[in-house]
């Protein structure tokens, strides 16, 4: 009865025929998936197929736009709520490229995501304890919530410092996008540690990586396989040994889904900035 | 012509900013800070910096109306030092315009000159300025950085940070961006909960808030934080 009422509350994410459009390409073409809190979701596929976008695309990035289908999450809709109330609902993103924001200091930012997320402000005292012990935890000096945020951080700090956030928000869902890449062997034993730790807590984990080294640290309970902007394939952790040991041609034979080339776009170009450092030695005119 | 003496503080607040030639003697260090926080300094300050001697300026701008602010920074001394700090909040249809200008004229001089800006409402705000190697100024370094973020429709900001350069043996860089709020920032914060105006509130204090370390009087830090308070 109990464990009845417990499944009843659990948290739950549902996501039915969504189609997402960029820059008037559509990626993905109609995502059926549900995520239960206590899952940790394994989502596999070739580079270029809609995994990234779909995170996005969950948590508002305006970049994206969805043409079709619906995401609830506990019933509510997940598509009516701002970007900063899907947050608020208990749904993080921790990001494939974080961005460095200029200016902003690094703890400034921590104090308004924690306190985002709470009725009264944390004292001073308690979010500086709460910080020390996170950054202790992740491995990176505290000296750098002095500075600003990312900026300057190796790609290796970035992604760890989105699993410090995500440790300080305490959403219900995780969102991690390739938080692998950049990581060195310790590097990546923290972050799964850090995982494991949200996992024990009952947390839900949507997990993006190309790499079965991360998955078997954090061991997923499902797998799904995404091909052209769909969910062809749905399984076990066995996927992953088989993906990491002969890759994406199985689907093609198996299956008759023709796997679709990844068309690079161009690299975005920033437009309005201009810097010359220019050193000149050697005889004068 | 104020002659300053050693190690110099001057704080001027509003009305006191007036149009002055100030010297730094040789050896010597001028600490200059500007607040205004009414109207409009329409002014204009020229500095000479004598052998090893340094100035250091700072401006923290959230009055309200138009004009031009003039300051020009004149390294006449081998050695001579010059630290330019500006944080300027433009409001409702204010139009400003800065020109911060420094000159090299001798042998191993260093110059940083910074101007940050936010417009709203409809204003508009203008960082101009020429950073100037005269010919045998060698081993000399300048830095110029200018930027503005605008955050509504009908503001407007406009850099244009100049570089003249007639000798060869010198580090020279300029660095100007105006833009509106970068989208891919606003959705990282959001991302994390923060709402809209918490995060523009963010953003702002970065660009704002910096300039308080170049100041002395604690009183006066706290009147700026006010103002950024109620700029935002």
Known sequence: ?285 | MEKSDDNMNITLIDEQIKNMELVVPNGESLVLNLAAFKGFPNTSISVKVQSNASFNGAFADFSSGSGKFIINVDLIGDGSRCDWHLSSLANDVDRKIFDTSVTHNAKNTEAEMSNYGITQGSSHLTFTGISSIKNGSIKTITRQVAKIIVFDPLSDGKCSPILKIDENDVEASHAAIVGRLNEDHLFYLLSRGISLNAARRLITLGYLKPVEQYFNDEKLIERIDASIEEGI
């Not at chain 1, 460095?100 to 930012?109: A, C, H, K, L, R």
Request: charge should be neutral; include cysteine.
């Open chain 1, 1 to 285: 009865m109990s464990a009845l009422r417990k499944k009843q509350n659990m948290s739950t994410l549902k996501i039915t025929n969504l189609h997402v459009s960029a820059k008037d390409k559509e990626i993905l073409k109609g995502v059926d998936l549900s995520l239960n809190e206590g899952e940790t979701l394994a989502l596999l596929g070739p580079n270029g197929h809609g995994k990234s976008t779909l995170l996005a695309a969950i948590m508002g990035n305006p970049n994206y736009t969805i043409t079709a289908g619906t995401i609830f999450f506990d019933n509510k809709d997940v598509l009516a709520m701002s970007v900063d109330e899907r947050s608020k609902a208990g749904l993080f993103l921790a990001m494939q490229y974080p961005s460095e924001i200029p200016g902003v200091n690094s703890s400034e930012f921590l104090k308004a995501a924690i306190n985002a997320h709470r009725e009264k402000p944390m004292t001073l005292f308690e979010f500086y304890t709460k910080l020390k012990n996170a950054y202790k935890e992740m491995g990176i000096p505290f000296e750098m919530s002095n500075r600003n945020l990312n900026e300057g951080f190796s790609g290796g700090e970035k992604k760890r410092n989105e699993i410090l956030q995500m440790k300080l928000i305490d959403p219900k869902f995780a969102l991690l996008d390739e938080i692998d890449s950049g990581l060195d062997v310790d590097a990546m034993q923290i972050v799964a540690n850090a995982i494991r730790d949200e996992q024990k807590k009952g947390r839900g984990f949507l997990v993006v990586s190309h790499y079965a080294r991360l998955y078997d640290m954090i061991e997923p309970t499902r797998v799904v396989v995404m091909i052209n902007g769909r969910i062809v394939v749905s399984g076990g952790p066995e996927i992953i040994q088989k993906i990491d040991s002969t890759g994406y041609e199985w689907i093609k034979t198996e299956m008759g889904i023709e796997i679709e080339k990844d068309e690079q776009p161009m690299n975005k170009v920033s437009i309005g900035v201009c810097a010359t450092n220019a050193r000149v030695n050697g005889k004068k005119r």
